[in-house]
């Protein structure tokens, strides 16, 4: 998977270069730690389903995604977080490892990453991180940057 990640991240001209650690880091705080940077630097993926349509979200580490933020943004009645079995099928990568890109979902990036130069982002599995700017990441992926953070 990893190296699908990459030659994905290379064909929207993205140059990552992935960094394993030692201990799966499936929570933000967990890879904030692997990373040795702050947990708003951490870029989770989390798929949540829109009015029936999965999408994905690239929300800070330091705050959760406020559901009615993330329903003005997309214009929808109700949102929820998707089920394991859900996210499996929308992107092809299990919960705490999804990237950004490397399937076909919608992506809405939290604009509380753009405080940030760098953000880090899953690879692909539990274990590898990679670093990117978020606004290149956003523009690149064609994103809705949007605040969608709680808190």
């Known amino acids: 998977m990893r ?29 904030a730690a692997a990373i ?37 943004v997309l214009d929808s009645a109700s949102a929820r977080p998707a089920g394991p079995e859900e996210v499996r099928a929308a992107t092809g990568f299990p919960p705490g490892s999804i990237p950004p890109f490397a399937h076909s979902l919608a992506v809405v990036l939290d604009e509380a990453l753009l405080d940030h130069d760098r953000i880090w982002a899953a690879g692909g599995d539990c274990s590898t991180l990679f670093a990117v700017d978020p606004r290149e990441l ?10 969608i953070g709680r808190g």
């Open 138 to 147: 956003a523009d690149r992926i064609g994103a809705t940057v949007a605040g």
């Open 36 to 72: 040795g940077c702050h947990e708003a630097q951490i870029a989770k993926t989390q798929v949540f389903v829109a009015d029936g349509e999965p999408v994905l979200c690239v929300a800070s580490g330091s705050h959760p995604v406020d559901l009615d933020k993330l329903c003005d």
């Open 3 to 31: 190296a699908s990640v990459i030659h994905v991240a290379r064909s929207l001209g993205l140059e990552v270069r992935m960094t394993s650690v030692e201990r799966p880091a499936q929570t933000a705080g967990a890879a």
